[in-house]
């Protein structure tokens, strides 16, 4: 241990998990790695210590002669003890590392400067700093139990945690994460510094988005403060800049000058304006002045703006004084970030942390905006209770009306939904799709003839909606006027030809009212507008099934296709609906094509073997039968369509070849 003892004359080594036990360091980030790292060693100093610099490097000295022989000693000292006072004349730092040995001192701290990241600093006296403590980077953190002093502390996401007084200000960075513990708890302190009034001015551009250049220059002996701050002064000009820009801000957002007020709020966060106050009233003059605008950079300034203050999780405190910043992100989160669940989730936790501390009136707003925003989700039930909150608060709100009603219908309570559709009809006769609403709900209530009458309404203005014609026809149906259903189905598929669905919807509607023989021209004509669409030729083919004109051929076509759904069964089964319709040149010329996929399909063969018969091409009829029985010998459906042509069984059936799909 040459180059540790040169380092630290006297210093022992000693089990990490010993040195917890002996000076109580259970409540420490030392004591979490002991336990699953035992074998972790500390550097320990008995009594005060005094030093000219104290670099904190884990790598110092491994350039040192005979280091190789000691690195893979000391590559598990995880840090330095001293059991006394330690005074710094210079600074503490590990400026050439990432992350610098732990420190624990069991009395007083006194040092120059202290920059530290990565490590854990644990003082149970007092730390005392000439000039700056500065710690930064999430990992490690500090423990102060007796308090600190000097002329300025920063914390640049470093954790800290301070027992005793405060005594020396925080420096404002954004990302200070500082507790000082009172009163049997923790408060939370905030940067109340800005940075242009104690920092040299050479070091403020590099310190806006880091604390590099800060931390390089105390490791350094420099100092980063400015020589009016150390001397005592300020910067009287700034301060008065700052009361003046205070007082014209305060002016102009009383006066609704919010535009003039966005201006004058930049220039006073430029100047070092408190950030968390600077930035709620920035983001609330951006948002009166644009967001009924829908201005998309200023909003996106002001939710930045709110996210840096506001945090994810918004402090309780904050939500108690000031929900209305929470509202404001939410609603501007909504208007930018619609469609994005992420957004959704935390708009959602602003409006409910908001909500219990918002004025009554306000909160009628709030619960109105999250019943939206569930319905346009379409999230139904979870909105129905909010709806309901705002319209009692509310009873004029046609809109909200119409949204209580579509929401209603949408979870089939149209007994419920019909009154607020009523409603919304008298407040707000420009929805007028709440007439075709109200009308499937007086159809499913069976009132036909009122729902009629609405329906019928809704279509005089809009005459191409496919849906409202087929609650009509179903309506028609109801009433018993079947001719009248079809010829409306029939007239609106002759109107709105581009309307491709609008063919299998009627088809599949007759179908399920028990009329398939008015249902299979609907369905033949949906198949000839998509001939591949799967649930079109699906449907035509149960619909022959229920109609009773199904075959053995049809019949092993469905089974095809329900039972290899993913295969190219689509063309075999349209061909034995075409077959079972009469269509005979047209289900040969699909059998043909599913055959030169699927040779050994039997009853294909048998169903084409069939159509040539009726063509009267006997011959070719015969080939087909030969090899179909060749194929499935035993299959009834061939055999009957062999005994029609009159051809006898060959003697000896080819050997079976595993088919790639369902054949028989």
């Known amino acids: 241990m040459a180059y540790r003892a040169e380092r630290f004359p006297g210093a022992r080594r000693m089990l990490a998990q010993d040195v917890v036990g002996r000076y109580d360091l259970k409540r420490t980030l030392m004591a979490r790695q002991v336990s699953e790292h035992p074998g972790l060693m500390m550097l320990q100093l008995f009594g005060d210590v005094e030093l000219d610099d104290l670099d904190l490097d884990p790598r110092y000295g491994m350039d040192a002669p005979l280091a190789a022989l000691n690195r893979s000693a000391e590559s598990d000292v995880h840090g330095l003890v001293i059991a006394g006072n330690l005074l710094v004349n210079g600074a503490i730092h590990h400026v050439k590392a990432p992350a610098g040995l732990s420190l624990y001192v069991l009395g007083d701290l006194k040092a120059r400067n202290v920059a530290i990241s990565g490590l854990e600093l644990v003082v149970r006296g007092t730390l005392t700093v000439t000039e700056v403590f500065s710690g930064s980077g999430p990992a490690g953190g500090a423990r102060l139990d007796g308090g600190a002093n000097g002329k300025l502390l920063i914390s640049d996401g470093f954790p800290m945690l301070i027992g005793g007084t405060l005594g020396l200000p925080v420096l404002d960075t954004g990302r200070t994460r500082i507790g000082l513990v009172e009163n049997g708890g923790v408060r939370e302190v905030v940067g109340d510094v800005p940075a242009p009034l104690v920092l040299n001015e050479q070091l403020l551009p590099a310190a806006e988005s880091s604390l590099d250049q800060v931390n390089a220059v105390l ?224 159809r499913a209530l069976g009132q036909l003839g009122e729902a009629a009458l609405d329906l019928q309404t809704y279509l005089e203005l809009h005459p191409d909606d496919v849906a409202a014609v087929e609650a009509a026809v179903e309506v028609a149906l109801g009433q018993g006027r079947q001719e009248v259903a079809i010829e409306r189905a029939g007239r609106f598929i002759d109107d709105f030809p581009e309307i491709t669905d609008s063919s299998a919807r009627f088809g599949r509607l007759f179908r399920q009212q028990g009329l398939v023989e008015r249902a299979l021209p609907f369905l033949r004509r949906a198949v000839e507008i998509d001939p591949e669409d799967r649930s079109g030729v699906r449907d035509l083919a149960v619909t022959l099934v229920d109609a009773g004109r199904d075959h053995a051929g049809l019949t092993t076509a469905l089974r095809s296709l329900e039972i290899d759904p993913d295969g190219d069964h689509v063309a075999y089964l349209r061909a034995e609906c075409l077959l079972a319709l009469g269509e005979d040149d047209a289900a040969a010329a699909d059998l043909e094509t599913y055959l030169a996929h699927f040779p050994d399909a039997a009853r294909a063969q048998a169903s084409l073997a069939m159509i040539r018969l009726r063509q009267g091409r006997t011959e070719e009829a015969e080939q087909l039968l030969g090899l179909a029985w060749s194929i499935a010998p035993d299959d009834h459906f061939v055999e009957e369509v062999a005994a029609t042509a009159g051809v006898e069984p060959p003697g000896e059936p080819r050997q079976y070849r595993s088919p790639s799909h369902v054949s028989y």
């Open 219 to 442: 490791a350094a002996g420099g100092s980063v403060l400015s020589s009016d701050y150390l001397a005592g002064r300020t910067d009287l000009e700034v301060i008065r800049q700052l009361r003046w820009l205070e007082r014209e801000i305060e002016k102009s957002l009383a006066g609704g000058h919010y535009l003039l007020a966005i201006d004058l709020l930049r220039a006073a966060r430029m100047r070092g304006a408190p950030r968390r106050e600077n930035g709620l009233l920035l983001a609330d003059a951006i948002f009166k002045a644009h967001y009924e605008t829908g201005e998309v950079d200023a909003l996106a300034e002001a939710l930045a703006v709110l996210n840096e203050t506001l945090g994810r999780h918004a402090d309780p405190e904050l939500a108690r004084t000031r929900p209305t910043a929470l509202v404001q992100r939410a609603m501007i989160l909504h208007t930018l970030h619609e469609d994005e669940d992420w957004a959704f989730d935390q708009a959602w936790r602003d409006c409910s942390d908001a909500i219990g501390t918002l004025p009554p009136a306000e909160r009628i707003g709030i619960a109105k905006l999250m019943g939206e925003w569930l319905f346009n989700r379409h999230r139904y039930e979870e909105c129905v209770p909010y709806l309901q909150e705002a319209l009692a608060n509310d009873p004029g709100d046609g809109v909200m009306y119409g949204r209580m009603a579509r929401a209603l219908w949408m979870l089939d309570r149209e007994e419920e939904a019909l009154p607020y559709a009523s409603r919304s009809l008298q407040l707000n006769p420009v929805d007028d799709r709440m007439w075709f609403v109200r009308g499937t709900c007086r």
